[in-house]
């Protein structure tokens, strides 16, 4: 499931500031992988999932200066979801002239989407800790030996078998271990990192 997490109330009004572009650079470089995703995971092509999240983008512009959290109803990934599901939907919505109109699976796609706004909540939530984890993957990768990331990798992103790994790299299982371990000790850091600048 994909869901936006609570972004920090610090970016959000460094965002509602027309004049801070580092501001806005770093939310786009969050929420915009994001919302591609989502856009991509509710059915919508290549471009136009890139269309849809720069619509969402500019939507949010044009409104986070009269957003205000006054409630849990009113949090802004709630907020976020609700205009990512909207443009989504409005984007299914429009049959172009050379695309024959749907019929009741279309009709039945479309209701589903509509009534699933809890399920874009989480899929925003997920998609936005995806993204974070890759920003950080980045970071983490050119901050430690290739060696270390090699057994990361391995054991990890591949899940090859430790023993393996190790016969692989020409290092100890225990040098796989602890090569593994500080990699994601690094990489939880990073993350967190991350989540507090914003």
């Known amino acids: 499931m994909h869901e936006f997490p609570e972004t920090r109330d610090s970016l959000l009004v460094q965002v509602k500031d027309p004049e801070n572009g580092p501001a806005w650079e770093l939310f786009v470089q969050i929420y915009r992988p994001v919302i591609y995703r989502i856009a991509l995971a509710r059915g919508l092509q290549d471009a136009d999932a890139h269309d849809l999240a720069q619509q969402v983008l500019m939507s949010v512009s044009a409104a986070i200066g009269r ?64 993204e974070l984890y890759w920003r950080a993957a980045a970071v983490v990768r050119a901050e430690v030996e290739e060696m270390t990331w090699k057994a990361f990798e391995l054991s990890v992103l591949e899940n090859m078998p430790i023993d393996q790994v190790a016969k692989e790299l020409r290092k100890s299982t225990g040098a796989v271990y602890s090569a593994r371990s500080r990699v994601m000790l690094r990489l939880r850091e990073a993350v967190r990192a991350m989540e507090n600048e914003q």
Do not use: H, Q
Request: net charge positive; glycine share 4%; charged share 30%.
């Open 67 to 130: 957003w205000e959290k006054s409630s849990e109803e009113s949090k802004f990934r709630k907020w976020l979801s609700r205009v990512t599901r909207n443009a989504i939907l409005n984007a299914l919505m429009r049959t172009p002239a050379d695309r024959a109109p749907g019929g009741t699976s279309a009709k039945i796609s479309l209701e589903a989407i509509a009534s699933a706004d809890s399920e874009t909540e989480s899929l925003v939530a997920t998609e936005y800790r995806r």
